[in-house]
């Protein structure tokens, strides 16, 4: 139990291009899911803390106009990186908090490619 | 600001022996913490957990020891395999259910 899926697992754009990428847990409701960036040989870093039903918090220096999130369901957070620049090129993996656990459960990541 | 550190950056040993992976926590507030090994292309994948109010837990294979004192922690793996080649971390929940996360232990397993 506690699956935690990504959609896409990789993806190549344009530079300018908007990417969404899709965060589900498969067999659990979250109210919370976070949105992590790793750049190579790098820890994860938390972008954002994403709520059903309400607006995303973001951390320090993350910008929100660029990373759109959207938790419109409690197993569906997307994270939507606009005009997408070679800088953004990174591994994004999001997890879904569940609080009958008190555990957070981690997808399998991203892997964005912008050229 | 708050973060969570690793001493070693690289260990090797070889298949068979114990591994010990060690990291620094700077937060006295934390009461949580959880160790993950994430492999080449994944997500993080839980390992162990331990809470502030023990020094010590088990599970298959790892322990993990945790020293409020000093804020230090540390992952043992007995009989280190081939298969535990990867990227450790170790993370703390300082508030909230936020998860800081450390630098990273690459352990590599040699046969």
């Known amino acids: 139990g506690a699956v935690v899926s990504q959609h896409p697992s990789w993806v190549i754009c344009k530079s300018g291009t908007s990417v969404k990428i899709e965060c589900r847990s498969l067999?659990?409701?979250?109210?919370?899911m976070f949105w992590y960036r790793q750049f190579p040989k790098q820890s994860l870093m938390l972008m954002a803390t994403?709520?059903?039903?309400?607006?995303?918090?973001?951390e320090q220096g993350v910008e929100k106009d660029k990373f759109l999130i959207n938790h419109a369901s409690l197993t569906l957070s997307t994270l939507t990186v606009t005009s997408a620049h070679p800088e953004d090129s990174s591994f994004y993996i999001c997890?879904?908090?569940?609080?009958?656990?008190?555990?957070?459960?981690f997808g399998p990541g991203t892997r964005l490619t912008v050229l | 600001g708050e973060s969570v550190g690793l001493h070693l950056p690289t260990l090797s040993v070889q298949e068979g022996d114990n591994s010990i992976i060690n990291c620094a926590y700077s937060?006295?507030?934390?009461?949580?913490f959880i160790w993950y090994k994430q492999e080449s292309g994944k997500g993080p994948q839980f390992i162990i957990d331990?809470?502030?109010?023990?020094d010590k837990r088990q599970g298959q294979r790892v322990t993990v020891l945790l020293n409020k004192t000093v804020k230090h922690l540390s992952l043992q793996i007995a009989a280190t395999q081939p298969g535990d080649s990867a990227v450790y971390f170790c993370?703390?929940?300082?508030?909230?259910?936020?998860?800081?996360f450390g630098a990273g232990t690459i352990l590599r397993v040699k046969s």
């Open positions: 997890s879904a908090f569940r609080g009958a656990t008190d555990t957070q459960y």
């Open positions: 067999d659990f409701q979250a109210t919370t």
């Open positions: 994403s709520n059903e039903g309400s607006k995303a918090t973001y």
């Open positions: 937060n006295s507030a934390s009461d949580y």
């Open positions: 331990i809470r502030s109010n023990m």
């Open positions: 993370a703390e929940i300082p508030y909230g259910n936020k998860l800081v």
